[in-house]
């Protein structure tokens, strides 16, 4: 059957706890591409996008500060407030507009205020999962994630993330705070984080993999895994972005993929990913096209 006539719904296997007690199911939604400009027709379009995929089933919405410098939180709280008891709406902080665009800045002091903020613009009083967008180079990371810490400890925060971290910075972090998801950048063509994969794979921390669909090929060998994809997308009468995401989700039991788009089909077929099956050849076949068997 092909995939886009299967229920789109990412409810297809077990929710992942996140941190332990977060149930999501693990196919979630990216908000960064939703437009967030004075158009009203791209707003009310965003707005669509957004509730449509609540209704799809999704619980594990992705946004940040960043998006917007804040305009991304705001569109959501508009669309989807009061949230659904089951709905995860994750921000991130840590980047900071300036003048020249943004900086990183993860002070003790700016972090605390940077959580007010989102939680304002969100509309609530607690963040079940708030991710560190960047590392702050400045500043020691036991400072930078103690901070986080310590407004867990004050419950604004339920569960402290990190993105775009080494697998060493991951162990350095986890030495002054319980981290419960890690979000990288991850795709097919594109495995530089693996170790930091397997990381969180043993210690049962959720890897939310950004550009989770890789869109062009910059090398021979990714245009040869991405044409694999497309020969599997064919066989199973899928689209090639599904099948990226399908070998995702069956890649590692930890991997929660967020994928983004302004397109109601699209998010559509995006969803329906999760109930795309592969075969154990077609996996072993999309791993070996960037990881070749020895």
Known sequence: MPADQQNPTPATAPPFLI??????????FGAMRLPTGPEQADRR???AVARRAVELGVTLIDTAHLYGWGANEELLAEALHPYPDDLLVTT???????????????????????????????????VGLLQLHRLDPKVPIAEQVGALDDLRRQGKI??????EVTA?????????????????RYNLIDRAHEPVLQACEAAGIAFLPWRPVAATAETPAQSAALDTAAAIATELGASTPQV???????????????????SLPHLEQNVAAAALHLTEDQRRRLDESTHPAP
């Open 244 to 262: 990226l995401l399908a070998w995702l989700l069956a890649r590692s039991p930890v991997i929660l993929p967020i994928p983004g788009t302004a």
């Open 92 to 126: 991130k902080v840590g980047v900071v507009h300036t003048p020249d665009g943004g900086e990183y800045d993860a002070r003790p002091e700016s972090l605390r205020v940077q959580v007010d903020e989102g939680l304002r613009r969100l509309r609530i009083e607690r």
């Open 45 to 47: 379009a965003a707005i």
């Open 19 to 28: 941190g332990g007690e977060l149930p999501v199911h693990r196919l979630g």
């Open 168 to 184: 060493e910075e991951l162990a350095e972090a986890r030495r002054t705070a319980p981290i419960a998801s890690v979000q990288n």
């Open 158 to 163: 339920g569960h402290i993330g990190l993105s």
